[in-house]
């Protein structure tokens, strides 16, 4: 399946992606830098890009939903998405945290504020894997002769297969 909202022949989701992507790993690096340093300007920039970065994200989900609505009932893709979806939405929400608490002294923000962003970081790795799964193994938003129900990447089978008997889980 095609991506069902798109701008110039492009998914928008995927256009969007990258920004809180890169906003918010990178918010994390310079609380790392920071950390290091010993700087509290760092955090106070990390405090920005965790801003930019859920909105962003926010951003990105409207047009998610709208593709992942889209993806055909009882696939493998379906239920791939909604995993990456709802890990996304724990992403942005441990980002939430994260802001929230630094907002009082964005210079100092508490260890639990960093401890959200290096949590959220780490399963945005998974959530990213599972999108990578979504789009590169089983065509979904990018071809329209998708195989929603293609096994696993990490399975060494092609893609074009449909795995025979009970339904493969995510």
Do not use: C, Y
């Not at 923000?109 to 959530?127: D, E, I, K």
Request: net charge neutral.
């Amino acid at each position: 399946m095609e991506s069902k909202a798109r701008l110039f022949g492009h998914p928008i989701h995927t256009m969007l992606i990258v920004f809180p992507l890169g906003l918010l790993a990178t918010a994390v690096a310079f609380d790392i830098v920071g950390l290091v340093r010993g700087d509290a300007e760092w955090f106070r920039i990390s405090f920005w890009m965790i801003a930019a970065g859920i909105i962003g994200g926010l951003l990105a989900a409207i047009f998610g939903l709208a593709d992942w609505v889209a993806i055909p009932s009882d696939t493998r893709a379906q239920r791939i998405g909604l995993w990456h979806g709802a890990g996304n939405v724990l992403v942005v929400l441990l980002f939430v945290v994260s802001w929230f608490l630094r907002r009082p002294a964005p210079e100092n923000p508490p260890t639990v504020a960093f401890v959200s962003s290096f949590v959220a970081v780490a399963l945005a790795l998974v959530t990213g894997w599972l999108g990578g799964e979504l789009v590169f193994r089983l065509g979904i938003g990018v071809d329209k002769d998708a195989n929603a129900d293609a096994p696993s990447s990490l399975s060494g089978g092609p893609a074009k297969e449909t795995p025979r008997g009970p339904k493969l889980a995510a």
